[in-house]
């Protein structure tokens, strides 16, 4: 029978385990990415642990028959650990303020107090990222890098705000047929003014007044802080040993609170990195708390939709509260922002899900009267019977035992008389009687209320699940059929109701919150399970490209112990011929009606909705057209945002969006196929040519060539690989340049916005909007030809350089081949050295090295896998209750109840010392 080393693909755990589910896979091949890093440095500290040896007599020649090949060898793989540590997963975690977001990521963290609470960082506009932290030195087992916003960004904010209170100023001089449009366009502009105003003034210690009666200007607002202007474009380090130090220490760059020179700096900050060791962030995730997707505040959402398009995962919190309003799917994110997921292939389960928070805030009470769901659950009533017979037998016993307490003191006043004393001591038993019952009462009505709690909570749940599900589906729907496509095979996404609360009370072990009797009925756990699992594939990936050349360095090392690009060119050519927006006449032709139809839409106050025939406050059109076409908040009720280049882009990207899916989906994948086999080709020429000229010079060393070669067949695997990496990151960079398309409608559209603005008078308002109307439909072909022409040029950009990545990688193969092949030559010419003492020397280094080549090949034979993989089931927060889990029979712990719950949990404070 073969041995395992006969076959190259088969002799390793991690590359024999396709058969196996994806989580036992990425279990595997961590370890032997961790066993293969492990290695490469003990192996550098051999290296360099021989050559202080050896001595400098004899440096020179141990230098020589050493070769510089292996050493190159163990610092690819020190280079490749850098990579690895740098590796990126990040996961955005956006919600309107006070949805709970900072809670959440605690709970992730199992960190309950690193983040600061809600309420503090409410205003900010800042974003905080948390990756793992991979700095062992205790001292910095929590970091920081704050980065400070640059000193321009800072000036145009000011100047924002100036321009704002001139508008203002200059509405209150224009002259109006209409005092109530006046009003009307001055509450739009102030509104405006107080979403930034407020900052400056924290900042930079300036009265309200003093900007609006322009007594001062951005560059002496800026002056006024010399400390501060120093600051703006560098990054500030932090570090301690000390959850609750460094929490106090990073505080006042993440809320409201000040600095110990007394600034309050949040509006300064652009960005907060802290790096803690949790199990959450170990395999690359770096969760990032953003401010919401469609918050109400400019900065806010400014900064969301910046880090949006970076985000691997998307989770979206909404109090549980708040997500029973059947709006609620709806409101989770803009429909532009559905298409971009759409177009980046991200809006599906694997990419994006909600989390309910808060699922604790619930008044029981209320729920049980109020809920159809509950007032149908049959298990549930019968709680509520239960805990009202047992409130009666409460009361009941509760009376009984203080008459019993009464009659004992009365005859404790009278323990002079020998015939009172049998009396006394019947009455004591029945005093401890009673105080028992009422004890075993108290326990049973606690852990019924807290049965009731937690089956309250999952009614709610499932039926928020439930709904949300169904509203993500109707608008996925909608949207499809407004852009003529087709709804995606899979459109239901997850929803995760968790309780940080509990979860925070469950891991310091304080407090018992009813309903919640251990962490998985917090839905935290399940929230993590997710993560881990939606991250599987691209972890994959990368642990694929790290194991293969991880294991070329392996047979290097263990060989050493014992360019032709034109197929793959032309392969790159055939990529090129693809057209991702095929009919473009047809589709041009289309944007023109479609175009017209959007822009009437945008006179009124929901343009979304087709139904509607409202139009908006011409003061809030006008507020639109100055800011050229938006983003802009409304100050009207529900603070609508109006976004018009984004909505036409919304309708008009539609219609390319199935071509656009084809492209990446089907057409990009069948091509690659031929280039990989154009690789395959290239490879056994070269190795043919190269056994041909050894055969001709040296034929004694054919043998060996022919053993070297059986191994070198790993590096055709890994040009492939790079092959395909090369391709998908090409793929990933063109299927990004739809940003272009927005852009262009942009600058082309702000003309048509600025002479529209030209037009006063009577009807300005109809007119403005016929104007626009007609602009549109006389300019749209042109429009939204130069707007297709731009995604089309970057397109071509991007895939132009993939003949350039395909020739690399051929090269880099055929150059790791010449590195290979001169090892065996480099070892087999040793023999002939005249040093026998640096031979000495480096035979010892061999049998060290074949020692760690042994133990790196047994473990990735055999990995030494603490937990294979985690388990198969879902954490989901189960459905039934379990009584007495968790702290529910301990004396000492506090009880914390859903409102309106009343039960009793506890002794009474009026009970005596009974003997």
């Known amino acids: 029978m073969a041995s395992a080393g006969d076959d190259p693909n088969s002799e390793f755990a991690w590359s024999n385990c396709t058969h196996k589910d994806v989580q036992t896979r990425v279990c595997i091949k961590q370890q032997a990415v961790n066993d293969g890093f492990k290695y490469t440095r003990q192996l550098l500290n051999v290296l360099q642990s021989g050559q202080n040896q050896v001595g400098s007599n004899h440096a020179a020649a141990y230098q020589l028959l050493i070769g510089n090949e292996i050493y190159a060898l163990a610092e690819e793989a020190d280079e490749l650990r850098k990579k690895h540590d740098e590796f990126e997963i990040l996961i955005g975690v956006a919600g309107a303020t006070g949805a709970g977001k900072t809670s959440l990521l605690n709970a992730l963290l199992q960190q309950p107090e690193l983040l600061p609470s809600g309420d503090m960082r409410a205003a900010t506009a800042s974003v905080c990222r948390v990756a793992f932290n991979h700095d062992n030195r205790p001292d910095h087992k929590f970091r920081a890098e704050v980065v400070w916003r640059s000193k321009e960004d800072v000036e145009k904010e000011l100047g924002n705000v100036f321009s704002a209170v001139q508008e203002r100023k200059e509405l209150y001089e224009q002259e109006f047929e209409d005092e109530e449009q006046r009003c009307a366009a001055i509450e739009e502009v102030t509104q405006t003014i107080a979403d930034d105003i407020g900052k400056i003034c ?88 953003l401010p919401g997707l469609s918050d109400d505040v400019g900065a806010r959402s400014a900064v969301a939709e910046k880090y949006f398009k970076k985000l691997a995962l998307t989770a979206i919190v909404s109090p549980a509260i708040r997500a029973v309003d059947e709006k609620t799917g709806k409101k989770l994110m803009s429909s532009f922002q559905e298409m971009r997921m759409r177009l980046n292939g991200k809006y599906d389960k694997k990419s994006f899900c909600v989390v309910l928070s808060k699922i604790d805030d619930i008044n029981c009470d209320a729920f049980c009267k109020g809920s159809k769901e509950a007032r149908q659950d049959a298990e549930l009533q019968d709680d509520v019977r239960q805990a009202k017979d047992m409130l009666r037998a409460y009361n009941e016993t509760d009376k009984q035992l203080k008459q019993a307490r009464k009659t004992k003191r009365s005859l404790d006043a009278k323990m002079k008389k020998r015939d009172l004393i049998k009396e006394r001591s019947k009455q004591a038993g029945l005093v401890k009687k009673h105080e028992h019952d009422r004890a075993r009462i108290d326990q049973q009505m606690a852990n019924l209320e807290s049965r009731k709690m937690h089956r309250c909570v999952w009614l709610r749940n499932e039926f928020i699940k439930k709904r949300i599900q169904l509203d993500l589906k109707r608008q996925q729907n909608k949207l499809a059929r407004e852009v003529g496509g087709k709804p995606q095979n899979d459109n239901s996404v997850e929803v995760f109701p968790v309780s940080p609360k509990a979860f925070r009370y469950l891991l310091m072990k304080q407090k018992m919150v009813l309903g919640f009797p251990s962490e998985l009925y917090t839905g935290i756990p399940r929230l993590r399970q997710w993560l881990d699992k939606a991250t599987l594939d691209t972890r994959e990936h990368h642990l694929d490209l790290l194991l293969q050349s991880l294991q070329r360095i392996f047979h290097g090392i263990r060989e050493w112990s014992r360019d032709d690009s034109r197929g793959l060119v032309k392969g790159a050519e055939e990529i090129k011929k693809i057209n991702p927006m095929p009919n473009q006449d047809d589709k041009l032709n289309m944007c023109k009606k479609q175009a017209y139809m959007v822009a009437n839409r945008w006179a009124y106050k929901s343009p979304d909705d087709s139904n509607s025939v409202r139009k908006m406050a011409w003061g809030t059109y006008q507020a639109i057209l100055r800011r050229h076409g938006g983003p802009y908040t409304s100050g009207a009720y529900g603070r609508p945002v109006y976004n018009f280049p984004e909505k036409m882009a919304v309708e008009l990207l539609g219609l390319i969006l199935e071509d656009w899916r084809k492209t990446f989906d089907i057409e990009i994948p069948q091509a690659v196929e031929p280039i990989l ?28 060539f022919n053993d070297t070669t059986t191994r070198l067949q790993k590096l055709e695997e890994e040009m492939r690989a790079s092959v395909k990496e090369s391709i998908k990151s090409i793929c990933d960079a063109s299927q990004q340049v739809h940003y272009r398309f927005v852009e262009t409608l942009k600058e082309e559209l702000i003309p048509c916005f600025d002479d529209a603005l030209k037009i006063v008078g009577k009807g300005h308002f109809n007119n403005r909007q016929k104007f626009i109307c007609q602009t549109v439909q006389q300019n749209g072909r042109g429009m939204f030809l130069k707007g297709y022409s731009k995604m089309t040029e ?113 002794s009474d404070s009026d009970s005596d010392d009974c003997e």
Do not use: C
């Not at 154009?678 to 043998?703: F, N, S």
């Open 202 to 289: 924290t900042v930079f210690e300036v009265e309200e007044s003093d900007i609006e009666n322009m007594e001062l200007t951005p560059e002496s607002i800026l002056e006024r802080n010399n400390e501060l202007l120093q600051r703006l474009g560098t990054t500030l380090t932090i570090s301690s040993a000390e959850p609750e130090q460094f929490s106090q220490d990073v505080k006042p760059y993440l809320d409201s609170t000040a600095t110990e020179e007394g600034y309050t700096v949040w509006p300064l900050i652009d960005e907060v990195k802290l790096f803690v060791k949790a199990d959450v962030l170990k395999h690359g995730i770096i969760l990032v708390d």
């Open 677 to 704: 086999e154009r690789a395959g080709q290239i490879w056994v020429q070269y190795l043919d040519e190269v056994k041909g000229q050894i055969d001709d010079t040296a034929p004694g060393i054919i043998p060996y």
């Open 794 to 906: 970057s397109y071509k950009t991007e895939v132009d350089a993939l003949p350039a990545e395909l020739a690399k990688a051929s090269k880099f193969a055929i150059k790791t081949a010449k590195n290979q092949i001169g090892l065996l030559l480099n070892n087999l010419e040793a023999v002939h050295s005249e040093d026998k003492t640096a031979l000495d020397n480096k035979t010892r280094l061999q049998q060290n090295v074949q020692a760690l080549i042994f133990k790196w090949k047994a473990n990735w034979r055999v990995p030494e896998v603490e937990s294979v993989a985690s388990e198969t089931k879902e954490n989901d927060i189960p459905k039934e209750y379990i009584e007495g889990h968790g702290h529910a029979d301990d004396d000492d712990v506090d009880v914390v109840m859903g409102e309106g719950d009343g039960v009793r949990v506890g």
